[in-house]
């Protein structure tokens, strides 16, 4: 038996401004034929579950391409550049495969194309046709649509934001196929819409309200006997018609049932997920509040509306410039996308100051640049280290030149490369910064950093100020996106 894997995927902003070129789209990685399994075996992403999954049942596993990220707008270049190369390898071993296992987001847009994940499918299927058995793990925050029901065999979604159980969906979805084409199972695979927008600040199921609701599905999968369900949460910043939360059920039978009565749950339940917004300032007002309780430690501020991991600049500067007014003593950001100040840091030398304009250089809604002067380079480096967090432990990931600056009281780690949102402690280690050392650590994520600093820090704390990946969605113009559809239509009904 031989099956062919990959994993091809992109979560789209499309409010962003900046070009969603290839080199945009790789910044995290792009493995591509053999090189996947030295990466990706035994790790905890998409790949990795699939590759034991695989070894698991002694079948044949055909490696393709492995790129997966966030950011604007996907070029015409770029979608023709990734989705070709895993196409060749559709191409080349058509004639030998049993069955397709691949990775896929569930929310990517290009030039001309809203759907990312359907178009993949189609041009796959244009080559091996409508019989080829073909398996799909995706991102919780998927926009899923009725065609990526339609050309796949199976929707396996993950469960948990931050997603430490990547491994677990694509080990799943190879595992349904083998055992289709086995003739041990034929599933069917159920989607339900829901009019619902669910803002990731909320959507974290290592906390309340979401972990209950991630909990009812779970519960009612197990009770149903069903072989997988799950509340897309969808993603609010991707402006196509079919954004917005749904259920996906995948089952022996009664499929639909069971995600129309899962998916008016959520709807019932839906004021729950309603979020508050606090502005930097707030933030640090609360943070303080939290800092003087009883205990040690340091307490956490994301800045969920400047979230890299969701599309956007990572170089907003609404809470570094709090931080700043306040001259925050034990506070230090990691970190701000600026490869300007990066490289200017590396060219001065430890020791040295340097001034000029830091961050706020996309565009006008993350905040103006701040203007620095005689900032105070305390360390460099290469920008090289290997994740801690469990969503990608053991996986390498590259900054680029990145510079410790200090700021008066304030230190900000400054970074050539904006390969991901910050998911644990790598971007202050690299520059030599002990976050156990400081009294405040800002951070540029809606909620993956919990899977690293959660168990750690004494307070989280949420700041939302002007940004695209703000949980205030009147901020945001929509043109695309199906009306009505709650919250910014208070009166939609389901």
């Known amino acids: 038996m031989k099956i062919l894997f990959g994993m091809l995927g992109h979560e789209t902003n499309t409010f962003a401004s900046d070009e969603g070129n290839f080199e945009r789209w790789a910044q995290s990685g792009w493995t591509v034929g053999e090189d996947i399994f030295r990466v990706y075996d035994g790790a905890p992403d998409y790949p990795g579950g699939m590759i034991k999954a695989g070894r698991e049942e002694g079948v044949e596993l055909i490696p393709t391409v492995v790129l997966f990220n966030a950011g604007p707008l996907i070029t015409k270049e770029a979608l023709d550049y990734a989705v070709g190369t895993l196409l060749s390898y559709v191409e080349k071993h058509k004639d030998e495969l049993d069955g397709i296992c691949l990775g896929l987001h569930g929310a990517g847009v290009a030039e001309g194309i809203d759907d990312l994940e359907a178009y993949t499918l189609k041009e796959i299927r244009k080559i091996v046709g409508s019989d080829m058995p073909i398996t799909v793990s995706l991102d919780l925050h998927g926009n899923i649509s009725e065609d990526m029901v339609r ?45 619902l927008l669910i803002a990731c600040a909320v959507g974290s199921t290592f906390k309340m309200p979401m972990q209950r609701f991630t909990e009812h599905v779970a519960a009612y999968a197990k009770e149903k006997g069903l072989l997988d369900a799950t509340l897309f949460h969808g993603f609010p910043y991707g402006d196509v018609p079919c954004a917005g939360a749904s259920i996906v059920v995948v089952a022996e039978k009664g499929a639909q049932e069971a995600a129309d009565e899962l998916a008016h749950w959520v709807w019932e339940n839906r004021y729950e997920l309603d979020p508050i917004c606090l502005s930097a300032e707030e933030a640090v007002d ?175 704390v949420t700041a939302d100020p002007p940004g695209i990946h703000t949980a205030n969605f009147n901020q945001l113009t929509y043109n695309n996106l199906k009306h009505p559809i709650y919250p910014l239509d208070k009166e939609t009904t389901f």
Do not use: W
């Open 286 to 460: 609360e943070a303080l509040v939290e800092l003087a309780k009883e205990g040690e430690g340091y307490v956490v501020i994301n800045e969920t509306s400047d979230n890299p991991g969701g599309g956007t600049p990572g170089d907003g500067t609404h809470l570094l410039r709090e931080f700043l007014r306040r001259d925050l003593e034990g506070a230090i950001l990691g970190y701000i996308h600026d490869e300007e100040i990066a490289l200017k840091a590396h060219a001065a030398g430890v020791g040295a100051t340097i001034s000029g304009l830091l961050g706020g250089k996309t565009d006008n809604i993350h905040g103006e640049p701040i203007a620095l002067e005689n900032a105070k380079v305390i360390a460099l480096s290469d920008g090289h280290a290997v994740y801690t967090s469990p969503m990608y432990k053991g996986l390498p990931v590259y900054y680029g030149k990145t510079a410790r600056l200090r700021i008066g009281n304030v230190e900000v780690i400054v970074a050539e490369k904006l390969p991901q949102q910050t998911f644990d402690d790598r971007p202050f280690m690299v520059v030599g910064a002990d976050v156990e050392q400081y009294r405040i650590v800002g951070v540029k994520s809606s909620a993956h950093f919990r899977a690293f600093f959660q168990p750690r820090a004494k307070a989280i």
């Open 151 to 195: 050309l796949s065999d199976g929707l396996f979604g993950i469960k948990q934001y931050p997603h430490v159980d990547q491994a677990e969906a694509g080990y799943l979805a190879m595992k349904t196929l083998i055992r289709i084409l086995r003739g041990e199972s034929k599933p069917e695979t159920a989607l339900c819409k829901i009019p």
